[in-house]
């Protein structure tokens, strides 16, 4: 059985990039199967990280001009895990992204279409996990990865913005679609020893990560989960992986 | 040959000519007039869409998008309801022109609707 996670927040900027590319090393390092596709089509930033070599970007993908393994990138020799980690990566072109901010309903429609249908494939090929990392808010692209997942990681940071958006993303998108949701808790500035909730709008909160500005600069250059386990923000991940697989 | 026949020849091919112009005009416009009212009438399922439709149809309609093309029997085995409460929601999603209906032999199949995708 394929593991669908959509990485999603009601604010830009909560770290759902690091926290998706880390958590999907960490799958492929515990020997699961995995691919990490970015779907964050308005703002991509895999390739910032990561050197494509498919022929094909998920935007292809989305618009029916290839099928799903055309966008893969098998980097677990690069990285060295276990098992494969295959990334799908978005065009940044900047003609790409304002072409798809004119895309209408019915692209939309068969965007989800085709997601459905990749995810399906990718679980004939024997994926074990497929991770959406995905654009912030209430957008298509994030809505569509949302609702072809099975399960919807919500990064949270502290600010107050965020947590009302938060609420209403849960009550009125994630639930209509029947989804599983959990909270990630990243960036908090209080004393996370305290700690505190364990369920938050009725959803379970997967761990709280203190705000650390080695986080964001370190993740410029390597994967903090493999290349520091013993790292704070590392065990963290390790740990949510952990929860999500008994969820 | 009567140079007031040539003429009259003439006058009668521009005549053809601008009744040919008007009647081009006339099948383009009504060419657009059909491709919009298409575009009103099949109305594919978005995201959005699905969000706003009342629960027990949202239901139906993401396990049409999660199985595929699927008969009301198969639907029913997935959200455990009776076969003719499914076979009543996918009717009325093909009555909102979300969902196409179509036989296969003695099987009546349903599918999200994409007819825009093909234009």
């Known amino acids: 059985m394929t593991l669908t996670l959509a990485i999603h927040s009601s604010k830009g900027g909560t770290g759902k990039t690091s926290i998706a590319v880390n958590l999907a090393v960490a799958f492929a390092a515990s020997g699961k199967n995995t691919c990490l596709i970015d779907l964050d089509l308005r703002g991509p930033s895999l390739c910032s990280m990561f050197k494509p070599r498919s022929h094909f970007w998920i935007n292809d993908f989305l618009s029916g001009k290839c099928s799903i393994k055309d966008t893969l990138t098998d980097i677990r020799d690069e990285v060295g895990t276990k098992a494969h980690l295959y990334l799908s990566f978005s065009n940044p072109e900047i003609g790409e992204i304002r072409d798809l901010v004119s895309k209408d309903r019915d692209w939309q429609a068969g965007a989800l279409k085709a997601l459905m249908n990749g995810k399906k494939e990718l679980a004939e090929r024997g994926l074990d996990v497929i991770i959406f990392d995905t654009s912030p808010g209430v957008e298509y692209e994030s809505i569509n990865a949302v609702a072809a997942s099975d399960m919807v990681i919500i990064v949270h940071n502290d600010t107050s913005a965020c947590t009302s958006c938060t609420e209403q993303l849960i009550t009125g998108v994630y639930s209509l679609l029947d989804k599983k949701c959990a909270i990630i808790d990243n960036m908090y500035h209080g004393n996370c020893l305290d700690l505190i909730d364990k369920e938050r709008y009725g959803v379970p909160i997967l761990a709280t990560i203190p705000c650390m500005c080695e986080i964001a600069t370190r993740s410029k250059e390597e994967v903090l989960v493999h290349t520091d386990p013993d790292h704070m923000f590392s065990k963290s991940i390790v740990s949510i992986k952990d929860k999500i697989e008994i969820m | ?119």
């Open chain 2, 1 to 119: 040959m009567d140079s007031e026949l040539l003429e009259q020849i003439v006058t009668n091919l521009k005549d053809i000519n601008s009744k040919l112009d008007k009647l081009i005009v006339q099948v383009e416009n009504r060419d657009e007039q059909v491709s919009e009212k298409d575009r009103i009438m099949a109305d594919s399922l978005d995201v959005i869409t699905l969000l706003s439709l009342p629960d027990h149809l949202r239901t139906t309609a993401t396990t049409l998008f999660e199985i595929g093309p699927a008969t009301a029997d198969e639907i029913a085995k997935i959200t455990n309801k009776e076969r003719a409460v499914e076979s009543n929601y996918l009717n009325q999603l093909v009555r909102m022109n979300h969902v196409v209906k179509y036989r296969e032999g003695r099987k009546v199949y349903f599918r999200i609707n994409d007819s825009l995708k093909k234009k």
